[in-house]
């Protein structure tokens, strides 16, 4: 299983690159596999500035849908809409073409909330 030393992650198996105030976002080796093949990615938010843990949109597998949740609090500023017609990058390359927003931070302390590599590692038995 793939899981970056130089990412951060949540328990909703979503990764976070963090460059600045700016976070890319994606969900992790782990949940594509989970989730099967992904069909369909949906973000509407795109310009919004919402709360950690809300939706931020959905991905959308061939047998489930699953409700996407903001790492941390800011403005969804970019989406990967190279996804819009390909979204089989989230399976093929997860961490890096398959990422899905990027962030502006609103508040910085949050990035202290999230997972470490080995975190991670331990919350899904790697």
Do not use: C, R
């Amino acid at each position: 299983m793939n899981i970056p030393a130089n990412l951060k992650y949540t328990k909703d198996h979503e990764w976070v690159k963090i460059e600045g105030d700016v976070a890319t976002v994606g969900i992790t080796d782990f949940a594509q596999k989970e989730l099967g093949d992904i069909v369909y990615v949906e973000v509407e938010t795109l310009d919004q500035t919402l709360d950690k843990d809300e939706v931020f949109g959905t991905v959308e597998a061939v047998k489930t849908v699953s409700d996407l949740f903001l790492p941390l609090s800011g403005e969804i500023i970019e989406f990967n809409d190279s996804l819009e017609t390909t979204p089989e990058k989230v399976n093929t390359d997860a961490y890096g073409e398959g990422w899905m927003v990027k962030v502006k931070i609103s508040n910085a302390s949050e990035v202290d909330e999230l997972l470490s590599d080995e975190q991670y590692k331990e919350l899904i038995g790697a």
